[in-house]
């Protein structure tokens, strides 16, 4: 549905370099990546809203890089929602009409549906100062898709919503999603929402995409330092390898398999590092015990760093579990994680 060939923008003292991408028609995609990495201009580039220096962007068969906006068959909802303060949610919903040449039965038709699907039937005579934020944004989605989009760019949506609003609205776009035919494109910070709501992913950093895969491959198997640090990879190692043993400054890893290269990294998911009181006989083939030396309120979870020789370790751990393993800084614990649990590269 979407394919971007070699897309290549230059804006100030920002580029968008060498942009290769490939996006399945009704597929749910995100893009991720820090601050500035150039997710925002890159959806606009797809929208029309900013010129591609070279290369082509194609949607559903057809090449746009050189029309206008209007002629992309492309929707776009920012976080601010952009509506017209002046118009009633009636009027802002059906404004994207006037540009289109809808049948009025079918432009009816698809009102109904989305004031349905987003519960908008008791708000359309309001103006959107009167509103709330998720009643804002899901205004905004009903104004982007009623012009039957193929493509549905969402720029951040759920950021600014208060949570409750966000888990609504989240829900809402899953089914939206399910019930169109448009492909969705997504920027978000947001691990939850991306794991939730789609199957592939782009990571990006410095305008330029540094993976492209399925969401467990890239959080489970990054292909670089930088992505693997991005979704919380925070046990990331350089290491040496040999036969089935990883070595991080003097501490023997068993990996279970030989890697294909004879140096790299390792990287191991915090949660995947399970602390005990004393040492775990079962399946998990690395055990080691190691000294508190942190921990961290991270809201739902605490995160507790371990020294074991020169190497501090970091795991995940629960409330409850803080205090039933009585973990403290400076208090002696176990961590054991499975080989299964290390990805080299």
Same mark, same amino acid.
């Given at each position: #549905?979407?394919t971007?060939?070699n897309?290549?923008?230059?804006?100030g003292?920002?580029?968008?370099?060498?942009?290769?991408?490939?996006?399945?028609?009704?597929e749910?995609?995100?893009l991720?990546?820090?601050?500035?990495?150039?997710k925002?201009v890159?959806?606009?580039?797809i929208?029309?809203?900013?010129?591609?220096?070279?290369?082509?962007?194609?949607?559903?068969?057809?090449d746009?890089?050189g029309?206008p906006?209007?002629?992309?068959?492309?929707?776009i909802v920012?976080?601010d929602?952009?509506?017209?303060?002046?118009?009633?949610?009636?009027?802002?919903?059906?404004?994207?009409l006037h540009?289109?040449?809808?049948?009025?039965?079918?432009?009816?038709k698809r009102?109904?549906r989305?004031?349905?699907?987003?519960?908008?039937?008791?708000?359309?005579?309001?103006?959107?100062?009167n509103?709330?934020g998720?009643?804002?944004?899901?205004?905004a989605?009903?104004?982007?898709?009623i012009?039957?989009?193929?493509?549905?760019?969402?720029d951040?949506?759920?950021?600014a919503? =208060?949570?409750?609003?966000?888990?609504?609205l989240?829900?809402?776009?899953?089914?939206?999603?399910?019930?169109?035919d448009?492909?969705?494109?997504?920027?978000?910070?947001?691990?939850?929402?991306?794991?939730?709501?789609?199957?592939?992913?782009?990571? #990006?950093?410095?305008g330029?995409?540094?993976?492209?895969?399925? #969401?467990?491959?890239?959080?489970?198997?990054?292909?670089?330092?930088?992505?693997?640090?991005f979704?919380?990879?925070?046990?990331? +190692?350089?290491?040496?390898?040999?036969?089935?043993?990883?070595?991080?400054?003097?501490?023997?890893?068993?990996?279970?398999?030989?890697?294909?290269?004879?140096?790299?990294? &390792?990287? &191991?998911?915090?949660e =995947?590092?399970?602390?005990?009181?004393?040492?775990l006989?079962?399946?998990?083939?690395?055990? +080691?015990k190691?000294?508190?030396?942190?921990?961290?309120?991270?809201?739902?979870y605490?995160?507790?760093?371990?020294? &074991?020789?020169?190497?501090?370790?970091?795991?995940? &751990?629960?409330?409850?579990?803080?205090?039933?393993?009585?973990?403290?800084?400076?208090?002696?614990?176990?961590?054991?994680?499975?080989?299964?649990?290390?990805?080299?590269?």
């Amino acid at each position: #549905m979407i394919t971007i060939e070699n897309v290549n923008i230059h804006l100030g003292e920002f580029d968008l370099r060498e942009i290769n991408l490939s996006i399945e028609k009704n597929e749910f995609f995100i893009l991720m990546g820090p601050t500035g990495a150039g997710k925002t201009v890159l959806l606009e580039a797809i929208a029309g809203l900013i010129r591609v220096d070279s290369g082509h962007i194609v949607v559903d068969g057809r090449d746009v890089t050189g029309l206008p906006p209007e002629k992309r068959g492309v929707s776009i909802v920012y976080q601010d929602y952009s509506l017209f303060p002046h118009l009633t949610v009636r009027d802002n919903i059906t404004y994207g009409l006037h540009f289109h040449r809808t049948p009025k039965a079918e432009a009816a038709k698809r009102f109904d549906r989305l004031v349905e699907d987003l519960d908008l039937s008791h708000l359309l005579h309001r103006l959107p100062a009167n509103l709330s934020g998720g009643e804002n944004q899901r205004i905004a989605l009903a104004r982007a898709l009623i012009v039957d989009p193929k493509v549905l760019l969402l720029d951040e949506p759920l950021s600014a919503l =208060d949570p409750g609003f966000r888990e609504d609205l989240r829900k809402g776009l899953k089914r939206l999603h399910e019930t169109t035919d448009a492909t969705f494109l997504m920027v978000t910070h947001d691990f939850s929402e991306a794991l939730s709501l789609a199957d592939r992913a782009a990571v #990006m950093d410095g305008g330029k995409i540094k993976q492209v895969g399925g #969401m467990k491959e890239i959080f489970q198997r990054p292909e670089s330092t930088f992505v693997a640090d991005f979704v919380g990879m925070k046990n990331l +190692f350089t290491a040496s390898f040999h036969d089935t043993k990883a070595a991080i400054n003097g501490l023997e890893i068993e990996l279970g398999k030989s890697p294909e290269n004879g140096h790299g990294y &390792i990287a &191991i998911r915090p949660e =995947d590092v399970v602390l005990s009181r004393r040492e775990l006989h079962s399946s998990m083939r690395n055990s +080691f015990k190691g000294t508190v030396t942190e921990v961290t309120d991270q809201g739902l979870y605490y995160e507790v760093s371990i020294a &074991i020789e020169a190497v501090t370790f970091k795991s995940l &751990i629960t409330k409850s579990s803080l205090f039933d393993l009585e973990i403290g800084e400076g208090s002696h614990i176990y961590l054991s994680f499975k080989a299964t649990a290390i990805h080299t590269f």
